[in-house]
């Protein structure tokens, strides 16, 4: 059997990054060094290194340390993007993530990242914009029946900083009463023994809470 040639595609990830920045949901873009579409902010990613990569996740550690100075956070594959028109350079494959950190993980005036509402983050080359829309989909479908929003915070966390990133990720307001139930019930938290913090919306020392699991999901919507 002989063995044809065939061209082969351009293999990248993309990295959504989300993070909630004052009282909305932002995603990290970076500026790209190169054409196409030099200097245009972009979704963080990059090619895939067959010689050192060994795995799809090993390519995005590795770009996301390399890019934006991150490692050891929470992401998830998204979806695969792949056609002969998303880059102009040649038929592309993008393996799409979406990662997830706290507020002000990011904000370093010093630093090229740019953070733009997740919503209307502007024109972005490729189909980087599609790719935005489909991750914020996929995290208000899974904020909804799982502890995934919770990501958006720190490790501790206030009952009210944890209902305020899920009216974030969800973009609609819930009854406090009931979302503290319904938390309550599905055994979600670990209250913080001996830890108060003070705020300025309370009058007294609030609790603290963290996950006990590290991912949790559920058989309701919260």
Known sequence: MIETEFRRPVVTVDIVMLTPCR????????????EPFADQPALIGGYIHTDED???????RRILKAKAGIGDIFFEQLQTFASATRDPRDWSVSIAYFALLPEGWLEDPEGPLLLRPATSPGQLPF??????????????????YSTIPARLLPEVFTMTELLAIYQTVMGERLD???????????DLLEEIEGEKRRTESARRPTTLYRLKRPMSVFDRRL
């Open 54 to 60: 060994l795995s799809a996740e090993s390519a995005v």
């Open 23 to 34: 009282g909305e949901l932002c995603v990290a873009l970076l500026p790209r060094p190169n």
């Open 127 to 144: 189909d980087h914009n599609e790719i935005i829309a489909i991750a914020l989909e996929r995290l208000r479908n899974k904020g909804a």
């Open 176 to 186: 406090q009463s009931a979302f503290r139930r319904k938390v309550r019930e599905l």
